[in-house]
């Protein structure tokens, strides 16, 4: 089993930042990638950004040059520094890891609320 704790949402103006953590605990032995997703209301779940085990980096369009996403290995830890936030931005974030134990498992963390105001 695998519990994926997020944190660091809220309300900000547009302009501004939030960053966005995420820890993995449980029955892991390795963490293969780990990425957070968005969905908006009336809209479908979309990868905002994923980080391998190496270190390589994958970004949806609408958040290239604006977000960062980074992790720490030791802690098994994954973060999302959000700048420049717009309206559009606004949804709830979640976490999603792919992990190594006696199989591969993905877990996704239990959402947390990015609010935008114009």
């Known amino acids: 089993q695998v519990q994926l704790v997020e944190s660091g949402g809220g309300l900000v103006q547009a302009g501004g930042s939030l960053r966005l953590s995420c820890a993995a605990s449980g029955r892991i032995f390795r963490i293969n990638s780990m990425g957070w997703y968005r969905q908006a209301p009336g809209k479908q779940r979309e990868l905002v950004a994923a980080?391998?085990?190496?270190?390589?980096?994958n970004y949806a369009d609408s958040v290239k040059g604006r977000f960062t996403i980074s992790r720490d290995n030791a802690k098994n830890t994954v973060y999302l520094e959000m700048n420049s936030l717009k309206p559009e931005d606004t949804a709830v974030y979640y976490c999603?890891?792919?992990?190594?134990?006696?199989?591969?498992?993905?877990?996704w963390g239990q959402g947390t609320q990015v609010t935008v105001s114009s």
């Open positions: 999603n890891a792919e992990t190594v134990s006696y199989g591969v498992l993905t877990t």
């Open positions: 980080i391998t085990s190496g270190g390589s980096t």
